[in-house]
T-cell receptor
Framework: DAGVIQSPRHEVTEMGQEVTLRCKPI?????LFWYRQTMMRGLELLIY????????DSGMPEDRFSAKMPNASFSTLKIQPSEPRDSAVYFC???????????FGQGTRLTVV | KQEVTQIPAALSVPEGENLVLNCSFT??????LQWFRQDPGKGLTSLLL???SQREQTSGRLNASLDKSSGRSTLYIAASQPGDSATYLC?????????????WGLGTSLAVNP
């Protein structure tokens, strides 16, 4: 298996633009997690899905952030409108069961200017 | 509220040394604990996962121990190599309650010098 695949790897956008991050989990995994990593706050869980259903979105910072998982092999994290403080590395992770070992993608480095 | 602390924040050692990275947590009610490695600009790689019923796990030159009663885990790296240079993160999963998401430390940045 190729592991968790995220795209794009890097994204530079202007403030106010819509940003969409994509994730393909490992085949067979039924839990998917979106994280944000910054130097100041470390890793923060934004939202996670179990069997394509959002279970906990309490980490989503505000209404500008939204996430979807239309099927077991694809998820998106959207920021609209983007702001400079959204600049961070966004990771997607998947696991077989929400408490099992988590496997991470390479991340998307987002820069909002 | 569970909190995870990793000390030191940064560590620099000469090649060949055996070293220990520390992870402490405030609530002993954990389901498992996981150690990850993160290379600069890269994602996280799972190194070892210790279930709450286990005392240690080993993989190659890595050994992770768990002492729930004292709220501590250590990652032991034997005969360190420059390729071990990375940030090492510890994450704890609570065993109880509705919120069982991973609680993360901020990591220890390790530099192994040739």
């Amino acid at each position: 298996d190729a592991g968790v695949i995220q795209s794009p790897r890097h994204e530079v956008t202007e403030m106010g633009q819509e940003v969409t991050l994509r994730c393909k989990p490992i085949s067979g995994h039924n839990s998917l997690f979106w994280y944000r990593q910054t130097m100041m706050r470390g890793l923060e869980l934004l939202i996670y899905f179990n069997n394509n259903v959002p279970i906990d979105d309490s980490g989503m910072p505000e209404d500008r952030f939204s996430a979807k998982m239309p099927n077991a092999s694809f998820s998106t994290l959207k920021i609209q409108p983007s702001e400079p403080r959204d600049s961070a590395v966004y990771f997607c992770a998947s696991s077989f069961g929400e408490v099992a070992e988590a496997f991470f993608g390479q991340g998307t480095r987002l820069t909002v200017v | 509220k569970q909190e995870v602390t990793q000390i030191p924040a940064a560590l620099s050692v000469p090649e060949g040394e055996n070293l220990v990275l520390n992870c402490s947590f405030t609530d002993s009610a954990i389901y498992n604990l996981q150690w990850f490695r993160q290379d600069p600009g890269k994602g996280l790689t799972s190194l070892l996962l210790i279930q709450s019923s286990q005392r240690e796990q080993t993989s190659g030159r890595l050994n992770a121990s768990l002492d729930k009663s004292s709220g501590r885990s250590t990652l032991y790296i034997a005969a360190s190599q420059p390729g071990d240079s990375a940030t090492y993160l510890c994450a704890v999963r609570p065993s109880a309650g509705n919120n069982r998401k991973l609680i993360w430390g901020l990591g220890t940045s390790l530099a192994v010098n040739p």
